[in-house]
């Protein structure tokens, strides 16, 4: 090659590293490990039955294992499907309190030999939630083969559901809607003790404070996360404002729209924040359209606008 080229093509070079652009980061990156059941503590045999992931610092987000009739083809009676059942809810509990607790994977135990996570891995994707779903069809061969696969299921997210939630409120409140609704739907910076606290609620009154919050999720792990947060901003406020009336409102999935026994977890999920949130002075409102949940955040307003 003489120079004359060879300079050429170091200025086509140049040209190209000026039109590359840089490849988009992912949305979650951390690490994932396999639930592992062991039917027989005296015999090594083990049986992915869940996935498990976790950004750094972050909550856990898993899947289990629902169904167990192919155990009942393995073992032919010598593990029953009852006995499956029973140690997969005691790894849910195990793992739920993970969740609120923000344990770290290599830090969860189930206290029995007959459940264990495999070592953890890197792993990532475009959410916590669709990895989780992509890791399980993957490796959990126990799991049932569906013939038909049921209509695509659209999570909605908290901003879309407040969206969704505020076309409604807009045409009912009318006027009174600003006096309701947070500007730009945002949240807000508290100032407490010379420093300043994001909380996002979007849903504040001269005597009461609230947040449209999103349940339309696959996983109950997800609805479960969306309610801590939710909860835990708003009872801050309330507290540091000192406001008795607290309400928290949130769309759910369209009846259907999930597998009955996904839909039914998710369902158990709310019922039981509902109960202690409700012992602790919130309004809670569960509800799959937002037009009538928007009614309902316009009947709970009305008493506290100035």
């Given amino acids: 090659m003489s120079q004359q080229n060879m300079f050429l093509g170091l200025g086509d070079l140049d ?3 000026q039109m590359a652009v840089a490849p988009p980061k992912v949305s979650f990156a951390g690490t994932w490990t396999t639930v592992e059941l062991q039917p027989d503590i ?30 009942e ?3 032919q009676g010598q593990f029953p499907q009852r006995s499956a059942r029973e140690l997969l809810a005691h790894a849910e509990e195990t793992l739920r309190a993970a969740v609120q607790a ?51 299921f659209e999570s909605i997210d908290t901003p879309r559901a407040r969206k969704l939630v505020n076309i409604e409120l807009k045409k009912i409140a009318q006027m009174d809607y600003e006096k309701i609704v947070r500007p730009d739907d945002q949240g807000l910076l508290l100032e407490y003790g010379g420093a300043k606290h994001f909380l996002d609620l979007n849903l504040l009154t001269a ?19 969306n309610l801590l947060k939710t909860s835990r901003d708003l009872t801050t406020y309330s507290r540091v404002r000192q406001l008795d009336d607290i309400g928290l409102f949130l769309l759910l999935p369209e009846t259907g729209s999930l597998e009955s026994k996904e839909f039914k977890r ?33 009947e709970w307003a009305k008493p506290t606008m100035a």
Wanted: glycine share 4%; aromatic share 10%; net charge negative.
């Fill in 73 to 75: 083809c393995v073992y």
């Fill in 42 to 71: 005296f015999v090594p045999q083990r049986f992915t039955v869940g996935v498990a992931v976790q950004s750094p610092g972050g909550r856990l987000h898993f899947k289990l294992l629902d169904d167990f009739k192919k155990f």
């Fill in 102 to 152: 923000k344990t770290q994977i290599p830090e969860i135990l189930f206290e029995t030999n007959c459940l264990s996570l495999a070592a953890p891995s890197y792993t990532s994707g475009e959410d916590q939630e669709t990895t989780v779903e992509r890791l399980f069809n993957e490796v959990v061969v126990m799991s049932p083969i569906t013939e038909k696969k049921p209509r695509e």
């Fill in 15 to 17: 040209h190209l590293s």
């Fill in 207 to 225: 005597k009461a404070c609230g947040s449209v919050t999103s349940a339309v999720y696959k996983t109950a792990q997800s609805v479960e996360l």
């Fill in 266 to 298: 998710i369902t158990e999920v709310i019922e039981e924040h509902e109960w202690k949130l409700e012992r602790d002075g919130f309004r809670v409102v569960s509800l799959a359209s937002p037009a009538v949940l928007a009614a309902e955040i316009y």
